[in-house]
C-alpha cells in the first residue's frame, strides 16, 4: 500500500479551512456544519431514513477534516429514533496529524465534546483500515487511509447512504471518475440514496451511468443547486446479499475461554448477543492464554506484504481495543514500554533498515535504530540495529482474557461455564447444539464459535490440519539478570521485569506434547537471551528456573482462522466459493501472536455475523477465511 502523505492545515482568506494541495476549500463558506446538515444529511432524507433500524451505514468520499461525520454523530445522539449501530465508512487519502485535526476542529464550537473525542481516538497516517467504536458500540466509524478508487476495490460495505465529498471535479477530478462512481455502486444497497454539493454535468452522468436516478434539488448557501440519487441497480448486482439480522433472542454459544474466544465474546456481546462460553478448564485463560506475560509488536516488510498489513492493522486496532477496555473500567496489565526488534546477524543492518525507509512510515509507529541508540532506549545493552516500535511493549494475557470476558458478561445475561469439554456439534432447526463427553446437551444457539485452539478441527473439518506447537518460557529473577526497560526481540525475547519476574522465551518444539517445563528448554531460552544481550549475562542454574509452557495452534500458512466454517460435504455454490456450515464460525490458530491478533480478529468474526462493514481490507479478510484451505485443493485439483 502507498505511503501517506497527511494534510496540511491551512485556510482560506476568509477563514475556511483549506488544501494547499487541492486548492480548494474542505467544505462552504457559507458554513461546514450547516453544509453537512443540509446537503448529505437532509440529502439522504437523514435522519428520518434510520428511524429504528437495526442498523445503518454511511459511505463518504473524502473525510477532510470530519465536519459530515460530526454532525451525523450529533444527529444520531439526538434522535429518540436512531438506529441501534451506526456505521460511518470514509475514506480519505490525505489525513490531518492528530494535533493538526484539533486545531482544525476547534473552530466548531457546536461539536466540542464530539471533536475532543474523535482527535482522542483518532489513527496515525497509516495506510489501512482504522476502525474505531464509539458510544459504547452505538457509532463504529471506519476510516480507510488509500486513494478513492483503490480502497473502494478493497472496501467490504454495503452503504445505506452515501456523502460524496470530494474536493471540486476540476481540482480533483480522479475523485469524480467514472471507475471510482461505478466502485461507488458496488458499495450501495439497491434503493440507496447518495448526495453531494457538485452538479457538474460529469458528475450527474457518471452517477446515472452507474446506476442512480440523480435530480436536482435546491443547494445550501451560496450554492443554487445541490444533487441526489438513488441506486437503481439494472439486474443482478453480483455481490452477496446482507445478513439478516434474526429476529427475537441472538444466543452465540462460544468454545474456548482464551484470548480468542473471549475476543469474539465481547465483540459479539457489544452487539446485542448473548453469551455462553464454554471451557474444558474450571477457568478462563487456559492454555497459552496463561503465561505470565508476552510482548506484542506489529511486523514490516520492505514490500507491505500481506502479513505485514494484517499485522500493522491488528496491532492498532489491538491498542486501541486495549484502551476502550479501559476507559470502560476493566482493568489491564500492560505497558507500552517500546519494543526493539534486532536485525537478524546474517541479513546485517541492509533488509530491515531498507523496509523502513521504503515504508516511509511515521517515527510514531517505527524508527530504524543503530546498537547505541537501540541500546539506549531498551536500556540493554545490544551489538546490532533494529527496528523501535514505541507503542510496542508487553501484557499479560491473563488480564487481557478476564477483561474480555468481563466486558461480555456485563451485557444481556451472558454467563461463562467451566469443565465442561465440548465433544459434539449437532444441528437444530434453530441453530445448533453442543453437548459433551458423555452425550450432556451443554446448550442449544443460533451460532457457535469453536475458539479452542488446535481442537477447533476436532468438531469440524477445516481442510487442513492445526498443529498444536509446545513453547516454553523462562521466568528469572529480577535479581539474576538486569533486565532491559523495553522488550527486546530476535531470535527470542526477553521483557523487562514484571513483579521481580524477567521473562525470556522461547521455545518452538514441533514434535513435543510435554506440558510440564524442562531444563532442555530453560537451557534453550538462555542461548537465546546470550545472543539477544551478549554483554550482559544471566547468573542463573537452568535447573533451579520456574517457568511456564503453552501450545500455540498453528495452520499451514500460520495465519489466523477467522470466519464461518466449511461444509466439505455439501456441493459447491460456484466456481469461487465454498459451501459453509450456517451458523458454526472459527477464530484462533494465532501461533505465537494471540496478543497481538485477538482483538481484531473478534471484530472481523462478529461483523461478518452480523454482516457488517468489515475493520480491514476485503484481500485480508479472505487470508484468514477458513474456506481457504478448501479453495486451494480446489485449485489444485484435490
Known amino acids: 500500500m502507498p505511503r501517506i502523505e497527511p494534510a496540511s492545515p491551512a485556510y482560506a482568506g476568509d477563514g475556511t479551512p483549506m488544501s494547499l494541495r487541492y486548492g480548494d476549500v474542505y467544505h462552504s463558506a457559507d458554513s461546514g456544519p450547516g453544509q453537512a446538515r443540509h446537503v448529505f444529511l437532509g440529502g439522504n432524507g437523514l435522519p428520518a431514513r434510520w428511524a429504528?433500524?437495526?442498523?445503518?451505514?454511511?459511505?463518504?468520499?473524502?473525510?477532510?477534516?470530519?465536519?459530515?461525520?460530526?454532525?451525523?454523530?450529533?444527529?444520531?445522539?439526538?434522535?429518540?429514533?436512531?438506529?441501534?449501530?451506526?456505521?460511518y465508512v470514509a475514506i480519505e487519502k490525505h489525513p490531518f496529524l492528530r494535533d493538526d485535526l484539533a486545531r482544525l476542529l476547534a473552530g466548531y464550537p457546536e461539536f466540542v465534546a464530539l471533536a475532543r473525542e474523535l482527535v482522542d481516538r483518532w489513527p496515525a497516517p497509516l495506510p489501512g483500515t482504522h476502525r474505531r467504536v464509539l458510544e459504547g458500540g452505538g457509532i463504529s466509524l471506519t476510516v480507510v487511509f488509500d486513494d478513492v478508487e483503490s480502497a473502494l476495490k478493497r472496501l467490504d460495505a454495503r452503504a445505506d447512504a452515501i456523502y460524496l465529498d470530494g474536493f471540486a471535479p476540476s481540482r480533483n477530478p480522479e475523485m469524480w471518475s467514472a471507475p471510482v462512481l461505478r466502485a461507488v455502486a458496488r458499495r450501495a444497497q439497491p434503493g440507496a440514496t447518495c448526495a453531494?454539493?457538485?452538479?457538474?454535468?460529469?458528475?450527474?452522468?457518471?452517477?446515472?451511468?452507474?446506476?442512480?436516478?440523480?435530480?436536482?434539488?435546491?443547494?445550501?448557501?451560496?450554492?443554487?443547486?445541490?444533487?441526489?440519487g438513488q441506486y437503481e441497480p439494472r439486474g443482478a448486482t453480483g455481490r452477496r446479499p446482507a445478513a439478516v439480522a434474526r429476529e427475537g433472542e441472538r444466543h452465540?454459544?462460544?468454545?474456548?475461554?482464551?484470548?480468542?474466544?473471549?475476543?469474539?465474546?465481547?465483540?459479539?456481546?457489544?452487539?446485542?448477543?448473548?453469551?455462553?462460553?464454554?471451557?474444558?478448564?474450571?477457568?478462563?485463560?487456559?492454555?497459552?492464554?496463561?503465561?505470565?506475560?508476552?510482548?506484542?509488536?506489529?511486523?514490516?516488510?520492505?514490500?507491505?506484504?500481506?502479513?505485514?498489513?494484517?499485522?500493522?492493522?491488528?496491532?492498532?486496532?489491538?491498542?486501541?481495543?486495549?484502551?476502550?477496555?479501559?476507559?470502560?473500567?476493566?482493568?489491564?496489565?500492560?505497558?507500552?514500554?517500546?519494543?526493539?526488534?534486532?536485525?537478524?546477524?546474517?541479513?546485517?543492518?541492509?533488509?530491515?533498515?531498507?523496509?523502513?525507509?521504503?515504508?516511509?512510515?511515521?517515527a510514531s509507529f517505527v524508527e530504524h535504530v543503530d546498537a547505541a541508540s537501540g541500546s539506549a532506549r531498551a536500556g540493554l545493552r545490544v551489538d546490532r540495529p533494529g527496528a523501535w516500535f514505541p507503542e510496542g511493549g508487553w501484557a499479560r494475557a491473563p488480564s487481557i482474557v478476564r477483561a474480555q470476558l468481563d466486558a461480555a458478561m456485563a451485557m444481556h445475561g451472558s454467563a461463562f461455564l467451566g469443565s465442561r469439554r465440548v465433544d459434539a456439534l449437532a444441528r437444530t432447526p434453530d441453530g445448533w447444539r453442543v453437548s459433551d463427553e458423555?452425550?450432556?446437551?451443554?446448550?442449544?444457539?443460533?451460532?457457535?464459535?469453536?475458539?479452542?485452539?488446535?481442537?477447533?478441527?476436532?468438531l469440524s473439518p477445516i481442510g487442513t490440519s492445526i498443529r498444536s506447537v509446545r513453547g516454553q518460557v523462562s521466568y528469572l529473577p529480577a535479581t539474576a539478570f538486569a533486565a532491559p526497560r523495553a522488550v527486546v526481540i530476535g531470535h527470542g525475547y526477553v521483557l523487562p521485569a514484571i513483579d521481580g519476574t524477567v521473562v525470556v522465551g522461547s521455545s518452538y518444539d514441533v514434535e513435543s506434547t510435554d506440558a510440564e517445563t524442562t531444563v532442555e528448554s530453560h537451557d534453550g531460552n538462555l542461548v537465546r537471551l546470550a545472543a539477544l544481550a551478549p554483554a550482559n549475562r544471566a547468573d542463573v542454574d537452568a535447573t533451579a528456573l520456574a517457568g511456564g509452557v503453552g501450545f500455540r495452534a498453528v495452520v499451514a500458512d500460520r495465519l489466523p482462522l477467522v470466519g464461518p466454517l466449511p461444509d466439505p460435504e455439501a456441493p459447491a455454490p460456484g466456481a469461487d466459493r465454498v459451501a459453509v456450515r450456517e451458523?458454526?464460525?472459527?477464530?484462533?490458530?494465532?501461533?505465537?501472536?494471540?496478543?497481538?491478533?485477538?482483538?481484531l480478529a473478534g471484530d472481523i468474526l462478529a461483523a461478518r455475523i452480523d454482516g457488517e462493514p468489515l475493520p480491514v481490507e476485503t484481500d485480508l479478510a479472505a487470508a484468514i477465511d477458513p474456506v481457504r484451505f478448501v479453495m486451494r485443493a480446489r485449485r489444485r485439483g484435490g
Open 196 to 228: 453531494t454539493w457538485s452538479t457538474a454535468r460529469a458528475v450527474r452522468d457518471g452517477l446515472a451511468d452507474a446506476g442512480f436516478a440523480v435530480e436536482l434539488r435546491p443547494g445550501f448557501g451560496h450554492k443554487r443547486e445541490m444533487l441526489v
Open 438 to 458: 458423555a452425550g450432556a446437551t451443554i446448550g442449544e444457539a443460533n451460532i457457535v464459535v469453536l475458539a479452542n485452539a488446535a481442537d477447533i478441527a476436532r
Open 52 to 87: 429504528g433500524r437495526a442498523s445503518f451505514t454511511i459511505l463518504e468520499t473524502g473525510f477532510g477534516i470530519g465536519v459530515n461525520f460530526l454532525a451525523t454523530w450529533d444527529a444520531w445522539r439526538r434522535d429518540a429514533a436512531r438506529p441501534r449501530r451506526l456505521h
Open 252 to 362: 452465540a454459544i462460544v468454545v474456548g475461554a482464551g484470548l480468542a474466544g473471549t475476543a469474539a465474546a465481547s465483540s459479539l456481546a457489544s452487539r446485542g448477543w448473548r453469551i455462553t462460553i464454554v471451557d474444558a478448564a474450571p477457568g478462563p485463560a487456559g492454555g497459552a492464554s496463561s503465561l505470565h506475560a508476552g510482548s506484542f509488536h506489529p511486523l514490516v516488510a520492505r514490500d507491505d506484504s500481506l502479513l505485514a498489513r494484517l499485522s500493522r492493522a491488528a496491532f492498532l486496532h489491538t491498542l486501541d481495543a486495549w484502551r476502550e477496555l479501559e476507559r470502560r473500567g476493566h482493568a489491564i496489565a500492560w505497558a507500552r514500554c517500546g519494543v526493539l526488534q534486532l536485525a537478524r546477524r546474517h541479513d546485517g543492518d541492509g533488509a530491515l533498515r531498507a523496509a523502513i525507509d521504503t515504508l516511509g512510515f511515521p
Open 583 to 599: 451458523g458454526l464460525y472459527a477464530i484462533g490458530a494465532f501461533a505465537s501472536r494471540g496478543l497481538v491478533w485477538s482483538a
